[in-house]
């Protein structure tokens, strides 16, 4: 230790920080090709992640892409990354070179909630595009149509939900109530029913829970902390260290076992009653298959990646009012059903949503029996809805009160 003079120190300090930069530099080396997109210059070790507003990350897209053109890059740590914007853009990665985009990278941050190597860390929205992909894919399509086709249909079940959230905004009595809450606990109830079975009341307190613990987890999805740890990877085996950031994950992931637990009662011959029976069977008949899929470990569903498909879904130049509920945006100059080519919510390629059906039943079931029964209103004195959504993983509409008079 006698040894360690300040002058062997500076030259080791020297030599380490040296060690660094070149590290840092080699793993930016991506950046130096001719045709790579540009972007914010990054920052030794971090990259852009301290020039990102991860509070509002598609206002922050929006401006880079002002800046630097439809397709931008960004260093996040040592990642590079490439942010598309815009139809062209969007549809040339994920339509014409769907085979090389569909890939889903690998995510250490599931791995530590519990996600084992088996599930290859995530359901189907993260899963890489593969084999297990494809039969996880493929499952939930049939299993989906199966339950449509079902003995009480998920249109069914969908209906019996509006009547409840019909029921709930008529106890509202007509004044200024946010209606947030109850229009994301019926549509996770109809999740829930297809899934689990069974819908919660809307004053039940595990469900009351399980929805503010999901809320935390999306948010934390999208933090600055996520980034730093889904980018050093390294960083998680600091003991407790991922606990500490984000302790609703793991709180989340517990009751969503507790759920699937209930489910392993029901006896082996009887139908199963929902998504949860289907797969525990799949696990069933695929046990000694070491090459399935279907196994617990990947019954934890994982949640899902961020496209900008804002930049297409609100793009002036090519909806005439981008921002208003306006109908002619989807007829033809003869008053003709047309489905414009911009209209992408559900993504576009391989990976598109496979729920749309479903979130297409929901959404028109809602909306009508809503619209039958209720006048809406915005309370006098209180600001209308904001176009601007709150950014934590999915985008959602920001708070905003509203007046449900009966008809
Ligand atoms: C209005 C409601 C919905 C919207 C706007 C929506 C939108 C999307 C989008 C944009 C993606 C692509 C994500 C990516 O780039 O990887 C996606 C994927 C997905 N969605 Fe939905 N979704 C909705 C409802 C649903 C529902 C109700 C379900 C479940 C039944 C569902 C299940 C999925 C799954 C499993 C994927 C991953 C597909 C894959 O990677 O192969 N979605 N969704």
Redesign the pocket.
């Known amino acids: 230790m006698g040894l360690l003079t300040g002058d062997t120190l500076m030259t080791l300090a020297l030599a380490g920080a040296v060690f660094l930069l070149l590290l840092d530099l080699m793993h930016r080396r991506s950046r130096w090709a001719a045709r790579y997109p540009p972007g914010p210059t990054p920052l030794p070790g971090l990259g852009n992640l301290l020039q990102l507003d991860f509070q509002d990350t598609l206002k922050c897209f929006n401006q880079l892409r002002r800046r630097f053109g439809d397709v931008f890059s960004l260093q996040l740590a040592w990642t590079p990354v490439v942010v598309l914007n815009g139809q062209a853009a969007i549809r040339e990665a994920l339509v014409n070179c769907g085979e090389d985009t569909s890939d889903?990278p690998p995510s250490h941050m599931h791995e530590h909630l519990g996600f084992g190597p088996r599930s290859q860390g995530r359901g189907?929205?993260l899963?890489p595009y593969g084999p297990t992909?494809r039969e996880q894919?493929r499952f939930?399509l049939s299993t989906?149509r199966s339950f449509r086709l079902g003995k009480k249909s998920l249109e069914q079940w969908v209906t019996e939900e509006a009547a409840c959230l019909c029921a709930a905004f008529a106890d509202q009595a007509g004044r200024p109530f946010l209606p947030n809450s109850l229009l994301s606990k019926a549509t996770s109830n109809?999740?829930a029913l297809?899934t689990y079975g069974r819908r919660f009341p809307y004053d039940d307190e595990r469900f009351f829970s399980l929805m503010r613990l999901l809320e935390r987890a999306l948010k934390d999805d999208s933090s600055f902390w996520h980034q730093v740890l889904h980018k050093v990877p390294a960083l998680l085996r600091i003991p407790g260290l991922a606990d500490k950031l984000f302790p609703g994950q793991k709180a989340f992931m517990a009751m969503l076992d507790d759920l699937v637990n209930e489910h392993k009662t029901r006896a082996p011959d009887q139908p199963p009653r929902d998504f949860t029976d289907a797969f525990l069977a799949e696990v069933e008949k695929a046990k000694g298959n070491p090459e399935s899929s279907f196994n617990e470990e990947n019954l934890r569903?994982g949640t899902?990646?961020f496209?900008n498909?804002s930049s297409v879904l609100k793009d002036e130049k090519l909806w005439e009012k981008p921002f208003h509920f306006h109908p002619a945006h989807f007829l033809d100059a003869q008053g003709r059903f047309v489905k414009p080519e911009a209209f992408i919510?559900?993504?576009a390629g391989?990976?598109?949503?496979?729920?749309?059906p479903?979130?297409r039943m929901?959404?028109f079931l809602f909306f009508t029996c809503l619209l039958q029964r209720f006048s809406f209103s915005v309370p006098p004195g209180q600001p209308p809805p904001s176009d601007h959504g709150q950014y934590a993983f999915l985008v959602t509409p920001a708070p905003f009160q509203l007046c449900a008079v009966p008809r």
Request: hydrophobic content about 55%; proline content about 3%; aromatic content about 6%.
């Open positions: 889903r189907v929205i899963a992909w894919r939930c989906l109809v999740i297809l569903l899902t990646l496209t498909l919510p559900f993504s391989r990976r598109t949503c496979l729920g749309e479903l979130a929901e959404l």
